[in-house]
Every structure is written in C-alpha cells, then in structure tokens.
C-alpha cells in the first residue's frame, strides 16, 4: 500500500547517509534492513485499491455500482465517508431510465438511457442520450439555460452531454462539452492512443475525454 512509518532519526540517519537513495521500497528499506534496524510488516485485509492505472481507476470507480454488494460501500453507518459540503440542489431526473448507477448531486438527466455508471456532481445529460459502463467527473460549475442557449447559437457546446449521443466504457472528465450526435465507443478497439489535440486519449482500451475538453456535434470515436 506504501505507508511507511518510521522513527524520525531513522529517517533522517537513512537519508543523510544515502543521499542517492529515491525509493523507498527498493532502497531505504532494504538499506534499514541490511544495517539491523527493526523492521515490522502489518496485514491490511479490508479494502483496498490500486489506482495506478487509467484501466484501474476505470474499475474501482465502476465497482462501487455493483449489486447486491459493491466491494466498497459509501452507506457503512460504522464507517461513514465525509466530503467536503457543497450544499448543491438535488439531482433532477426528467424521464430518465437508470439502472446500477450513482449519480451526484446537482445533476440533470433528461430523456436518456444509463446503465453501470458513476456521474459526479452537476453532470448534464441531454435527451436520447445513453451512457453505458462509462465515468463522467461532473462539473465545477453550473451554466445557466441563457448561457447554454448562447453557446449554442454561437457555435459553441454547452457543458455535459449533448442530445443523442452514446458513450460507451468512457472517463469524461470534468467540464467536458461532449457535442450531439457524438459516438464515443472506441469503434476500432484500440488499446492506445494519444490525441491530446483531438481532446481525448486511449489507455487500456477506455478512451478518457481530457478535462475541459469540446468534442465536437457528429465525432465519431
């Protein structure tokens, strides 16, 4: 898990006579071992995760919607979760259908379809939309129906998700402006790819719209 807890002239006395040790695992702790010094394992069998990954991230995310029981729950009474409050509305769902989901405060969700996906706070879903086994970040602010309206009418695209579109094993991070008409499905099945300039690259076979990124009405991905 890499927590290490060490007595500070330990620490120190390490570091200061190996001044080109970097890693801890592969240098100091072996270099502590080496001289004597008393070292201690501890098991952690609970939950845990290693994020390391764009394809791991992907997944711890998306666990959380499993049922009847995720491999992390964020409704223990016993071990309650704490977040900063944002005081948001709640969400608002306009005949929406949405199955094996969560779906964060402040968000609005129009006629769509979504199916085992995690949508962050202020999410926006516009009408005949589906989004399926895909991690959209949310917003960190909110456009006013006269602000989107007047990107729209200036050849812009407002924030979230835009009518009839369908993305698919997808991470949209946040304040993406995902246009209408817009495929996201990987349809070549690439494992890698980089098209920053395009607003989105390809790990581990999940393509990741990059934040603040516009992909334009009628993109095919």
Known sequence: MGIYVFSRNTLFDLLNKNPNHKD?????????????????SYVFDDYWEDIGTIGA???????????????FSFYDEKFPIYTRPRYLPPTKLVDAQITDSIIGEGSILKSCSIHHCVLGVRS??????????????????????????????????????????????????????????????????????????????????????????????????
């Open 57 to 71: 991230f992907y997944e711890a995310n998306l666990a959380l919607t499993e049922q009847p029981t995720p491999p």
């Open 124 to 221: 926006r879903v516009e009408s005949d939309v589906v989004l399926q086994d895909s991690l959209v970040m949310g917003s960190d602010f909110f456009e006013s129906s006269e602000e989107r309206l007047a990107l729209r009418n200036g050849g812009g695209i407002p924030l979230g998700v835009g009518t009839g579109t369908t993305v698919k094993r997808a991470i949209l991070d946040k304040n993406t402006r995902i246009g209408n008409n817009v495929t996201i499905i990987n349809k070549d099945r690439v494992d890698e790819a980089d098209r920053a300039d395009q607003g989105f690259y390809i790990r581990n076979g999940i393509v990741v719209v990059v934040k603040n990124a516009s992909i334009s009405d009628g993109t095919v991905i």
């Open 24 to 40: 801890f695992g592969k240098e100091v702790i072996p270099e502590a071992l080496s001289r004597g010094d008393q070292l201690r």
